[in-house]
């Protein structure tokens, strides 16, 4: 009888265990299909919604916007600034400012960006599948990304993916402090035809240009 007991006690220590295992896997898995449908787009163009929250803010901020992406090119635009990227030079246009910063672009110095945020679980993070949901109308696996090394150093804590049908369709990132940023993918058009000085700043009178390089 004490064996019996001793037994289905320690089959119900192992149950969440083999869980935690299955739903690792169950992540990786997903992870996968992601990082190969993105590696085999030549181009990505998707509009998207963000909101900023912070405990300390009245409201949310919320902004919309585009991105374009080729290779290792990209651009963003929102109401306020466009991020411009053509593998080499980084161009940073603040409207409101006036102003455009150039600098030489560093992947190594964006821990966070368009060219790594589809593959970003493939290095340095634990992944765990979390749950399935909707997610802006849509059903979608919910993917929890924790760093693996210099945790203390990070200005995030973890970040979520929402996964449907092998596509991002938005994201979650958990800043230490308590603030959040949510970005929903409204719609993505993969393959597009793109031309190269989509990725080029071209100067606009008014605008002051502020050479960091």
């Known amino acids: 009888m004490l064996r019996t007991?001793?037994?289905?006690l320690s089959l119900i220590c192992l149950a969440p265990v083999a869980q935690g295992q299955a739903n690792v896997r169950?992540?990786?898995?997903?992870l996968n299909q992601v990082s190969k449908h993105y590696k085999g787009l030549k181009t990505l163009k998707a509009t998207f919604d963000l909101t900023i929250t912070?405990?300390?803010?009245k409201k949310p901020v919320k902004k919309e916007g585009t991105l374009f992406l080729k290779g290792k090119k990209y651009r963003i635009e929102t109401d306020e600034t466009d991020i411009i990227c053509d593998s080499k030079t980084r161009w940073i246009h603040f409207k409101k400012s006036k102003e455009v910063q150039i600098d030489n672009y560093?992947?190594?110095?964006?821990?966070i960006s368009p060219n790594n945020m589809f593959t970003i679980y493939e290095s340095g993070f634990k992944y765990l599948w979390v749950e399935s949901k909707t997610f802006?109308?849509?059903?979608a696996d919910v993917i929890e990304l924790v760093p693996k090394t210099d945790v203390e150093m990070k200005e995030y804590t973890k970040i979520k993916l929402y996964v449907n049908a092998k596509q991002i369709i938005g994201y979650e990132i958990f800043m230490r402090g308590g603030s959040?940023?949510?970005?929903?993918?409204?719609t993505q058009v993969d393959n597009l035809e793109i031309p190269d000085k989509t990725f080029t700043?071209?100067?606009?009178?008014?605008?002051?240009?502020?050479?960091l390089r």
């Open 5 to 8: 007991i001793i037994l289905s």
């Open 26 to 30: 169950k992540a990786k898995k997903i």
């Open 54 to 57: 912070d405990p300390n803010a």
């Open 106 to 111: 560093r992947p190594e110095d964006e821990e």
């Open 136 to 139: 802006n109308g849509k059903t």
């Open 180 to 186: 959040k940023t949510l970005c929903t993918v409204k």
């Open 201 to 211: 700043y071209t100067k606009i009178a008014g605008v002051k240009e502020i050479d």
